[in-house]
């Protein structure tokens, strides 16, 4: 196995996800294509971005929308490594994005936890090696 492609996200409608991981976050649009079923397949990723990238699943059942917003256990589930953590947290700041504490500085590198729409936990992190 050479990498990981997708990972999905579960989210309450497209467009408005679409809004936030691209205006937000800053993502990439990848591909936003119409499904026979009526449900669209979805596909953001940071820019510069090759091998992972999110699929962002409209939650269908009772089951998966008790879910949004909370697919890990309200543990932060999601890593946004920035090569320029200062720029990166004060353009999201800026675009909206809420996050959850101050930046701080941990021996692995900066690090701030922030939630996207649905109150999912992500970390926006810069590696220490890339200080």
Known sequence: MAHLGLVALLVDEYDEAIDFYV?????ELVEDTPRPDGSRWVVVR???ARETALLLARANTA???ARVGD???GRVGLFLYSEDFAAAHARMVAAGVRFLE?????S???VAVFADLY???WDL?????AE
């Not at 101050?102 to 941990?106: N, V």
């Not at 992190?125 to 090696?129: C, F, L, V």
């Open 23 to 27: 205006g937000g976050l800053g993502f």
């Open 46 to 48: 940071p820019p510069g």
């Open 63 to 65: 089951e998966q929308q």
């Open 71 to 73: 697919q890990t256990g």
């Open 102 to 106: 101050a930046p701080r500085h941990e």
């Open 108 to 110: 692995y590198g900066s």
């Open 119 to 121: 109150g999912n936990r």
């Open 125 to 129: 992190i810069q590696p220490r090696s």
